[in-house]
Each structure stands twice: as C-alpha cells, then as structure tokens.
C-alpha cells in the first residue's frame, strides 16, 4: 500500500512571518530626532536621559525607527518627531526629568502623526446654498479704471 499524500502538503511552505503578524505593521513615526545643550541648565535632564542610555534602549526596543541625537547649543531641549506622512511633531522637555521625557518620546512614538482636530465641535455644514452664491473669478466683471 502506497503512502497516502495529503492535498494540504502539496502546498508551498508557509513564511514564519504571515503577513497579517505582528512585522507587517509599519509604525507611523520613522524618525526620532533628540536635541539638547551641554551648557544650558534647562538640559540637565535631557544630558541625564542621554546618559542613562535611553535614547539607546528607545532603538533597540523600535527597530523601524531611527533615533538621533544632535547637540544644539544655548536652545532649550527638544524631542522631534518625524512621521510618514511628512509631518514633524516637536515637544520642548525642557527642565524635565529623564523619565518624564521618555515618557514625551513614547508619546511621539505612538502618535500617528496626524494634525490635531477637535471631534467635540465639528465644523459648519450647510444644508441650503448661499443666498449670493458662490464667488468664482470667472464670473467677475473687469473693471476699467477711470
């Protein structure tokens, strides 16, 4: 008796990364972007952020997300956001401590990078047309000066 092929095992090997997987997903913020001062006071707690290694942890822990870290003399610390949709986001830690500052680093990286907009007051939406009308250039009559 021949061995029995299953009609399942005929078909190609499946990936070990299915495409519905935790890999698939494409964090929206793809630049982290670090900025302090030697010199300022404002920055002791960025300068500690930086020197505990966080910045550091953040890329190991983000791997899609690229973390720089640029000194910018006599300015106030800053964390930028740099997302795929071409918009930047930037949050000013200055006199923060470090945990609080990772904390502003992890709230840039779970933003979607979106704008802002407020859900509780929509905007105005008419439902009948202007009693004027609607303005259009082409309609306008040329006016000749005098």
């Given at each position: 008796?021949?061995?029995?092929?299953?009609?399942?095992?005929?078909?190609?090997?499946?990936?070990?990364?299915?495409?519905?997987s935790?890999?698939?997903?494409?964090?929206?913020?793809?630049?982290?972007?670090?900025?302090?001062?030697?010199?300022?006071?404002?920055?002791?707690?960025?300068?500690?952020?930086?020197?505990?290694?966080?910045?550091?942890?953040?890329?190991?822990?983000?791997?899609?997300?690229?973390?720089?870290?640029?000194?910018?003399?006599?300015?106030?610390?800053?964390?930028?956001?740099?997302?795929?949709?071409?918009?930047?986001?930037?949050?000013?830690?200055?006199?923060?401590?470090?945990?609080?500052?990772?904390?502003?680093?992890?709230?840039?990286?779970?933003?979607?990078?979106?704008?802002?907009?407020?859900?509780?007051?929509?905007?105005?939406?008419s439902?009948?047309?202007s009693?004027?009308?609607?303005?259009?250039?082409?309609?306008?009559?040329?006016?000749?000066?005098?």
């Amino acid at each position: 008796m021949s061995p029995r092929i299953l009609r399942s095992s005929l078909s190609a090997p499946l990936p070990s990364t299915a495409p519905s997987s935790r890999s698939a997903f494409i964090l929206p913020c793809k630049k982290l972007v670090v900025q302090y001062s030697e010199i300022q006071g404002s920055n002791r707690g960025m300068r500690d952020f930086i020197g505990q290694g966080l910045p550091v942890d953040i890329a190991r822990r983000y791997p899609g997300v690229e973390v720089v870290v640029e000194r910018r003399e006599a300015k106030h610390p800053v964390l930028r956001g740099v997302y795929n949709n071409g918009r930047t986001k930037e949050i000013c830690v200055r006199n923060l401590p470090p945990n609080s500052i990772l904390a502003k680093a992890q709230l840039l990286l779970d933003s979607s990078g979106q704008k802002i907009v407020s859900i509780k007051r929509p905007g105005v939406v008419s439902t009948t047309e202007s009693v004027r009308g609607v303005w259009s250039a082409f309609h306008d009559e040329v006016r000749q000066a005098a």
